[in-house]
C-alpha cells in the first residue's frame, strides 16, 4: 500500500507515500480509501488530515498507469474524492512542494485546504493532450473564479500557493501554512478547530458563474484557437469549463469525463505523453545506474568565444555557474563578451531578465588567453574551429593544464571524439557535449559518449546538462551523431523530390502543414546551404556510388548560401525572416530536371511528407541497431528539442509506430520502384524489416 495511516490523538492523518511524487495509482488511492474507512469507523478520530511524504503532496494520476487496467480499476479517482467528499468527519489537505493534476483534484474534494508557501499549483493536464479528469475543471473555477481557473487549466502552468492565496474571494486555500516546516503541526491545529463544524463545507456547492458568459466563453475561445493549434486539448478545456457555469455540478462532471476519455484516445494525447515519460527516460543510461558517483562541478572554462562558445557560456551563468573564456586574441574575446552583453541586454529591454541579475551574471565571466589560468576549473568545453588539427592542438594543451579529474568535453558536429580523446593522456574524461545552435535557447545537447569515457563523466555530465536546462540525449559516436546523420537523409531525400517535380515551397508548405517547425529548404537557408555543400562534397569521396540530387550544389554554385547572403531556396529581405520565392531557382530546378531527362510528375503531399518523415525512421532503425542510440524514444526527443519535429505527433519513431511500421515500409517499397529515387535508399532497415515481421513496434 502506497498510503499509510496513523492516529495524532483525535486527528488521523494519511499520508500518500508513493515516490516521486506520489502519483494516484491503484494502490495509492487503495491506501486512501483504506484509511478513510478506519478513520471513519474509529469513533475517537474527529477530523482527517490528508497530506503527502517527500517532495510532493501529489503530482497527480499516474500517468505510467495510463492505458493500462490499473487506471480503471476501482476506486478509480472520481470515486476517491466521492468517498472524502461524502465522510462525516471533516477532511484536511495539507498541502505542500507540488499539487498537481489529480493531486489537485482530490484536494479540491476536501472540506478544507491548508497550504505551504512555495507550493506549486496546476493542472497541467493540457500538457499531456488532456484536460483535468476527476473534476477539475468543475471545482477550480468554484474556488478561484471563471478566468483564472480557466487561465490555470489552458496553459497547465503552475502558480505558487501564496500568489493564489492573494486572490481576490478566494476559496481555494483556508488557511496558509507559516511554513513548509510547520504545515503538519498547522494542519492538526486546524483539523481540531474544524473538527465540530457542520455543515461540511462542499467545493461542489459553490456558485459558478461569469457575469459576461457566452461573450466571455467565445473570446476565450478565439484566444485559445490561436495558441493550440494542432492540439485539441486547450480548446476542449474551455467547453468542460463553460459546463462548470451553465449545468448542474453532476451534469458538468459528465461533460468533463466524456471529453477526458475522448481526448486520452486521440493520438495528439499519446504523443504528449509519450514524450513526458521519454524525455524523463533520456536521462537514464542503461550501465550507468543512478546511483553513480559524480564529479564535483563548480566551476566551467570554455574554449573559444565564437558563435557556440559565447552561447554555451549564457547557459552555465545563467545557472550561476562560473565560467573562464579563452580565446587566441584579446579581439576574439572582446568580441565574444560584447555578443553575451548583446543578447543579456535584449532580455533586459524585453522584460525577461532583471538589470541586477543581468550583472549578476556577467560576474559570473572571466577571460584569458593562457591556458594556465584554466588549471583550477572542474571542466572544459572546447568550442574552436572544426578542424581536427585545431582540435588537435587545444586538447594537448588542456591535457597539460587540467587538474586530474577535469572533464574535458568538446562541442564538435562532425569529428570523431574517440579521436579527439586520443589527443590527450586520459581518453576516460573526454565527452562530446554537442550544442544546438543558439546554444543559450536551444533545448537538446547531444551527449556524445566515447569508446573510453568513463561512466561517472557520462553521470555528471546527465546532471550538469539538466543544472543548465537543457534535455540531454546520449549518442554513440559517429558522423553526425543520431541528429545530423538522419537529417542528411532528409536532405537528400529533399532533393530528389525537386528532381522529379517539386519546388522548394511546395515541399516545405507540406511538411510544415505536417507540423515541422520549417521545411528542409527554408532550414537549409537559416543553418546555411554552404554547410551542406561542404558535407556532400566530402560523401562524393568517400562514397562515389551514393546517389544525390545535385540541384543544391548547382544553388551554392551561384553563392545562394541562405539568409546571411540574403539569397538562397528563396530571397530574403534585410532584417526579416520571411522566405520569398525566386522565380530563376524554380527555373533553375526546371533547367536541371530537363537536363536529366525527367518529365516532372504532380507529386501529392502525402508522398512528400511520407518519403521526408520515413527517411528519418529508416536511418534511425540502423541508429537503433548500431547501438549508436539506447532506445528510440531519445531519437524522438532529438527530433522533438533538436529539429522542430511536431510534438503532436510524439518524434519520428512514435509516428512510425503509429501509422503502423508495416504500412511504413510498404510505402517505402512503394518509394524504391520510382525510378527517380535511389532504390538502396529505401532498403528497410534490417532492424524495421524485423519489427515488421514481428509485429512489434520502436517503442
Ligand atoms: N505520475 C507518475 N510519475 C510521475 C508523475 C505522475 N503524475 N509526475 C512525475 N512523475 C515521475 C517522473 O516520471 C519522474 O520519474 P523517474 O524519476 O522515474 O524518471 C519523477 O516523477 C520525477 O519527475 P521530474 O523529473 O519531472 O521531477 P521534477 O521534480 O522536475 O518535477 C513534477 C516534478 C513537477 C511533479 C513534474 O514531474 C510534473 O510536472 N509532472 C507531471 C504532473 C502531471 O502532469 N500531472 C497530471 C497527471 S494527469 C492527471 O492527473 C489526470 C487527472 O486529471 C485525472
Ligand atoms: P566560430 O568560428 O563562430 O567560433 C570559433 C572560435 O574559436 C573563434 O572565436 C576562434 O577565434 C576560436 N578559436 C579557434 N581556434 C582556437 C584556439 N586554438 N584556441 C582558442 N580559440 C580558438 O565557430 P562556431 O560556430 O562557434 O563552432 C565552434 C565549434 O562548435 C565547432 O566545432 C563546430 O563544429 C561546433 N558546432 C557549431 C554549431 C553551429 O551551428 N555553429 C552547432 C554545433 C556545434
Redesign the pocket.
Known sequence: MTAHYQVHGDIAVITMNNP??N?LGLSTRLGITDGMALANADAAVKAIVITGAG??FS??????EFGTDKALQEPN?NSVIGVLENSDKPVIAAIHS?V???GL?LALGCHYRIAAPGT?VAL??V??G?L???G?TQRLPRVLGVEPALNMIVSGEAIKSEMLAMLPGQKLFDKMAASAESLAEEALAFARSVADARPLPLVRKLPCKHPQGDAYFQFARNMVKGMSKNFPAPAKCVDAVEAATKKKFEDGMATEREI?INLMWTPESKSLRHL??AE??AS?IPDVPSDTAQRAIQSIAVIGAGTMGGGITMNFLNAGIPVKMLEMKQEALDRGIATIRKNYEAQVKKGKLKADKYEQRMALLSTTLNYDDLTGTDMVIEAVFEEIGVKEAVFKELDRVMKPGAILASNTSTLDVNKIASFTKRPEDVVGLHFFSPANVMKLLEVVRGEKTARDVMATVMAVAKKIKKTAVVSGVCDGFIGNRMIEQYGRQGGFLLDEGCTPAQVDKAIEKFGFAMGPFRMGDLAGNDIGWAIRKRRYQEKPNMKYSKTADLLCEKGRFGQKTGAGWYDYVAGKRDAIPNAEVVAMIEAHRTSLGITPRKISDEEIVQRLVFSLVNEAAHILEEGIANKASDIDIVYIFGYGFPAHRGGPMNYADQVGLFNVVQAMNRFARNPMDDANFWKPAPLLARLVAEGKTFN
Open positions: 516521486p511524487v502519483g517532495k510532493a503530482g497527480g494520476a499516474d500517468i505510467k479517482l507540488v498537481m493534476g489529480g483534484e506549486s497541467p493536464e500538457k499531456l488532456l483535468p479528469g476527476a477539475g477526458f513526458f515519460l524523463r527516460a537514464k
